[in-house]
């Protein structure tokens, strides 16, 4: 649950890819045992194997993720969002839920500790961005988050995700903009696609849509793209990654807190 992202084809054309497409019911598992962070995403990916979006290289390839770049995707309290990069070891565009039965240390500042991961497999950078955006909307809600953290069975979980409203389209809604804020991740997949949401909805809450668009991208291109923005939007990890790039590089803790979203929107704008 955020045209923001690009490279790629759609994969589903004429079709709105939701979160229950992507996420079967196969794909969740409930009250799973694990001991750290590692079998936590051990777990998620092994249900992106067993679902056919992945193969056990793109688990590894999730924890090193991790291991090289932070705990950046413990995006909320208690919610990790696991991913890597497109590639070889990805099959088909996919995800996994697992909500653990004890919650587990990812070594994140504030977010911890972890009681629901959510995996995703990307072919591209774009055939899944209309899920995300479901997906952060659902888990933004405090109603539909509490239900689906306490959805008695996969099946439960499954009607939670499939009955969210149609995802708005992203972008200013009229008008030519005049700023650009970056949101930015290690990939550019899935992490900073839950923070544009997230200014998104606070943006439009504020009648500044047409004037401010939001664009999710990865760290490397975030220092290219730097100096077409007002501002960088990103985690605590990722900001120490990137350094000086010139436009002011602002933290969030919460990915899905339209509270905290909209402090670091005015005093970015010192409004």
Partial sequence: MWAAVSGGLCETINH??????????????????????????????????ATGSSTDAYTAEMIRTVVDSGPYIVVAPGFAFAHARPSPAVLRTGMSWVRLARPVEFGHETNDPVDLVVALAATDASAHTEAMASLARLLADPETGRALRAA???????????????PRESG????????????????????????????????DRWGWSRYVTVEATDTISAKGKASEAVA?????????????VGVPVRVVDDFTSTTEADRVLRDTYDV
Avoid: Y
Wanted: glycine share 8%.
């Fill in 172 to 203: 200013p809604t009229a008008g030519p903009a005049v700023h650009k804020i970056l949101t930015v991740c290690g990939n550019g997949l899935g992490t900073s696609l839950f923070l544009k949401n997230t200014l998104e909805q606070v943006l």
């Fill in 232 to 244: 960088i939007l990103t985690s605590r990890e990722i900001a120490k990654a990137l350094g000086d």
């Fill in 152 to 166: 008695p069975t996969p099946a439960a979980v499954h009607a939670l995700l499939a009955g969210e409203r149609p």
């Fill in 16 to 49: 709105m890819v939701s979160v229950s497409d992507l996420l079967p019911v196969e794909a969740i598992r409930l009250d799973v045992a694990a001991e750290d962070w590692r079998a936590a995403i051990g777990a998620a990916g092994d249900l992106l194997v």
